[in-house]
């Protein structure tokens, strides 16, 4: 299993739009659940969103729900992260994770997303 690789972090202004992109193995990528999550400086991760592995259900967290949309292409194993409405309080280092349907899970080595106001 190789870990999946995010991209499409940066530099960003209040009210923009970004989009990460997640490439993951192809060996289990269409059977796995896949999650963004992000680390700000002196907290803790959080959750920002899921979708499943057939694309059929996406969950948010509540602080983005409505600004940020979660997709996923298996033909290209890749899961999407669209940002927009981007708020200072959106920076933090975004993780892409991936669920084996065994329960085994992945982290990427993160994207850096900064909003400035």
């Known amino acids: 299993q190789v870990q999946p690789v995010e991209s499409g972090g940066g530099l960003v202004q209040a009210g923009g739009s970004l989009r990460l992109s997640c490439a993951a193995s192809?060996?289990?990528?269409?059977?796995?659940?896949m999650g963004w999550y992000r680390q700000a400086p002196g907290k803790e991760r959080e959750f920002v969103a899921r979708?499943?592995?057939?694309?059929?259900?996406?969950y948010y967290a509540g602080s983005v729900k409505g600004r940020v949309t979660i997709s996923r292409d298996n033909a290209k194993n890749t899961v999407y992260l669209q940002m927009n409405s981007l708020k200072p309080e959106d920076t933090a280092i975004y993780y892409c994770?991936?669920?084996?349907?065994?329960?085994?899970?992945?982290w990427g080595q993160g994207t850096q997303v900064t909003v400035s106001s």
């Open positions: 994770n991936e669920v084996e349907i065994t329960g085994r899970q992945y």
């Open positions: 192809g060996r289990t990528f269409t059977t796995s659940n």
């Open positions: 979708i499943t592995w057939s694309g059929g259900s996406t």
